[in-house]
């Protein structure tokens, strides 16, 4: 779709218009007492019961697919939450079933280098010189087996998982510690080590202790190859043998900047850089063990400082060694900036963008209270009369992942698995991916260790929102490799000569009936344009609705882009 092709072009503008406004709010009802749980007690709230259940979907997951709606009223929402609390519990064999093809990630990281390996010095020498055709390089590299493949197969689950899963909360989190301990893909030996990390530093603590998850992301060869912490050592080491014997090394600055800045206390959470050079020091030493071959953690006592540290105006006594480090996790968890950092970046997650200060308070009290507690200080906000507000509802602006998942799974939308192997194209994430990219959000790829953002004005701009327009309409003409969606089931009995029984079947599909009267004022000036009913003026012939076209300018709303 180009901008300005005839009706089209003119919904994308109306629509760019309303997506920058603020968040259309639900008409008042009375307060509805929610429904009774085993563990949770829900507030009141002036939400409808179908709102309420949106809400819940949309930000506990990547949205309902058809009949969840249902499915949360039958069970109760509070049971729901409960139930998304503990993924453990949640069978999800048909996930696991379709991310199995893709082989790459169940490897370790030293199989990873073995398997996927770069060329090599020589042999790109031997190239350069002529001594070697491209051809002959790629016999002996092939596509298939070079490490791109590995963080294409990473894109590949994390889209299967974010379309499938039934633990929609796990998956949310994931992607949410992902970005706030992030390591960029592309970076040296960090591509073999990204799938490890995933997998043993992230997924089994996203909703566990946050000490745990800061411990787990410290020691981890990617976090320290990608902050460099694995070259830092005492200021006055210098190499006694090998290629390098007579250099002298020293510290590096990086990881303890960026552990206190975006991991722990925040940027305005009360060190200084005396506090940064501290922090160093007890990490000297926390290195990989033959990182271009996937080694695992170690701890180098030659290149500690074995000296006394200040940090925080707590002492760490001298002769600490690999125990320095984790002396300054315990400090840097527990200092109430930490609490307050961590509760803010979750509430405005699942809240709004700027996060209601009381609420923002109690969940940190929450985090203090449990010692870190990520499934309660999550309770917290889940059962507070915020989360459940007017202006909390549709407040969110989706990231380019988020609606992109989330349109699949409106739409009902199949993701087929990899079926073994990988080649140039198998299964249906990886496509997907490529969808998120195109919108500005490729995934393991962000370069800074902020990650990607969470707040609208990343997002939000004309150019973005007809990406969004133009991934909709591939969607629905299931032109979007490995992803079929069935939209003349999903319409049911809708008449296609009659348009507007095809617009309301689709708003009632997609929107739930939520659409706001400028947005259905809009999408009613379309019925009669002859992009939609594929007649003009001059016709005699029945109307036949384009129902796949009418589908991405519901998917385009304003509604749908928020969550």
Sequence with gaps: MRRGSGAVGLMVAALVGAACSSAPRPAPAAAISPRAATGLTLPASALTPGQRILHVLDRLGYGPRPGDVERVRRMGIAAYIERQLSPRDIPDSATEQAVAGYPALALSTAQLVREYPLPSPEVRQRLAQGDMSRQDMMQMFPLARRPAIITAQLQAVRMTRAVMSERQLEEVMVDFWFNHFNVYAQKGAVRWMVPAYEREAIRPYALG???????????????????????????????????????????????????????????????????????????????????????????????????????????????????????????????????????????????????????????????????????????????????????????KIKTPLEVVASAVRSLDGRVDGAGGGFGPFAGGGLPLAREVAKLGEPLYEAQPPTGYPDRAEAWVNTGALLGRMNFALGLAHNRVRGTRVDLAGLLGGADRREPGQVLDRLLALVLHGEATARTRAVLAAELESPEITRTTAYDRVSKDTDAEKLAALVLGSPEFQRR
């Design 209 to 395: 202790r946050f000490r745990d998850l800061v411990l787990a992301t410290a020691r981890h060869p990617a976090m320290l190859f990608y902050l460099d912490n694995w070259m830092s050592t005492r200021a006055d080491l210098v190499v006694p043998r090998g290629p390098n014997a007579g250099r002298r090394l020293g510290l590096n600055e990086n990881y303890a900047r960026e552990l206190m800045e975006l991991h722990t206390l925040g940027v305005d959470g009360g060190y200084t850089q005396s506090d940064v050079v501290e922090v160093a020091r007890c990490f000297t030493g926390w290195s990989i063990d033959r990182p271009q071959q996937g080694g695992g953690f170690i701890f180098r006592p030659l290149a500690h400082d074995r000296g006394a540290k200040r940090v925080l105006g707590q002492v760490i006594p001298a002769g600490g060694g690999e125990q320095d480090g984790e002396r300054v996790i315990d400090i840097l968890v527990r200092h109430p900036s930490t609490a307050r950092f961590i509760a803010t970046k979750l509430t405005r997650r699942f809240v709004s963008d700027d996060p209601p200060p009381a609420l923002v308070q109690r969940a940190a009290d929450t985090f203090q209270r449990t010692d870190g507690d990520l499934r309660a200080v999550l309770t917290t906000i889940f059962t507070s009369p915020e989360f459940w507000s007017p202006e909390a509802y549709r407040a």
